[in-house]
């Protein structure tokens, strides 16, 4: 089963399309299907003021559409692990070995992600770092992420490989998923790999 996660904010679903986008690749790279499913009809935001979370669960068709009021997390220490074998590069809804990972957190809120000596993403989002008068985001991320896409897209970030040694040269971190939207976090720590 396929996971995708949606902000509705003030009845309305944010950036559709890009989550229509991954769930038409998905379907087709993985499960062969060409017809795409109308994310836009299906979806019906709650109307209430506020954020709320959308999770639409899919694999051949919508097998559940949950909304729940969004509850903003906040973050401010990650610890990097290592894991030279993890793949998810689809957001399955089977997260094992991301959660396996997210163990060795320790104390920190989340946990950073290195694959092969280059850095990926967050247990739950992509990675910004602001570089020369920049943000660039890891060109090796595990989840190719909607909001990523977009930001990418609207030339806000550049995607370039990032290793280690190279986030000591940067001054600041963001998050961005979905719910997240583009967040800075300010006096990020990150811990060393153990």
Known sequence: MLLETIKIMNGNALFLEYHQERINYSRRILLNLQNDIPLKKMIKAPTQQGIYKCRVIYSQIIDTIEYSRY??????????????????????????????????????????????????????????????NQWITPSTPLLKGTTRARLLKEHKIVAAPIRLNDVKKCSQIALMNALLGFYIIKDCILYPPQ
């Not at 509850?71 to 399955?92: G, L, P």
């Not at 060795?104 to 910004?128: E, H, R």
């Open 71 to 132: 509850q903003a997390r906040h973050f401010k220490t990650f610890q990097m692990v290592e894991s030279d074998d993890i793949v998810y590069n689809f957001k399955y809804i089977n997260r094992a070995h991301l959660n396996r990972l997210l163990r060795l957190k320790g104390q920190a809120d989340d946990i950073l992600i290195i694959k092969k000596g280059f850095i990926t993403d967050t247990s739950i989002a992509n990675i910004a770092f602001w570089y020369q």
